[in-house]
C-alpha cells in the first residue's frame, strides 16, 4: 500500500516564505509525475505546480515566479518552496504523484493524494 504524507504548512505573513514536503513511502517502484494542488474555502481544487520525471516544470500563472518544484527521487519525496506568500495563497496543499506501486502481479501505475497540508497567509 502507497502513502503520501505531507508536512510543512502553517501560518504566515504576507510576503514570507514556506515549504512543503510530501513523502511516498509503501513498495514503491518508481515515481512518475509530480504534483502540487490546492483547494481554497469555496472554490475548486487547482493545479499549482507539475514536475516530470524528465524535469519538466509547469506552474500555475498565479504563481510562476514565486513557488519552485522540486523532487528527491531517492527519498521519494516532492517539494514546493513558496515565496513572497500573499493572502490569495491560503488554501490546503495536496501533493499528487503518479506512483509505480510493486503488487504480486507486477508494477502498476496509479496516482495518488497526499492529505492535505493548511498554509494560511495573513495579511
Known amino acids: 500500500q502507497v502513502q503520501l504524507v505531507e508536512s510543512g504548512g502553517g501560518l504566515v505573513q504576507a510576503g514570507g516564505s514556506l515549504g512543503l514536503s510530501c513523502v511516498a513511502s509503501?513498495?514503491?517502484?518508481?515515481?512518475?509525475?509530480m504534483s502540487w494542488f490546492r483547494q481554497a474555502p469555496g472554490k475548486q481544487r487547482e493545479l499549482v505546480a507539475r514536475?516530470?520525471?524528465?524535469?519538466?516544470?509547469n506552474y500555475a500563472d498565479s504563481v510562476e515566479g514565486r513557488f519552485t518544484i522540486s523532487r528527491d527521487n531517492a527519498k521519494n519525496t516532492v517539494y514546493l518552496q513558496m515565496n513572497s506568500l500573499t493572502p490569495e495563497d491560503t488554501a490546503v496543499y495536496y501533493c499528487?504523484?503518479?506512483?509505480?506501486?510493486?503488487?504480486?502481479?507486477?508494477?502498476?501505475?496509479?496516482?495518488?493524494w497526499g492529505q492535505g497540508t493548511q498554509v494560511t497567509v495573513s495579511s
Open positions: 499528487h504523484i503518479n506512483v509505480g506501486a510493486d503488487t504480486p502481479w507486477g508494477t502498476r501505475w496509479r496516482d495518488y
Open positions: 514536475l516530470t520525471s524528465s524535469g519538466s516544470t
Open positions: 509503501g513498495s514503491i517502484f518508481g515515481l512518475n509525475v
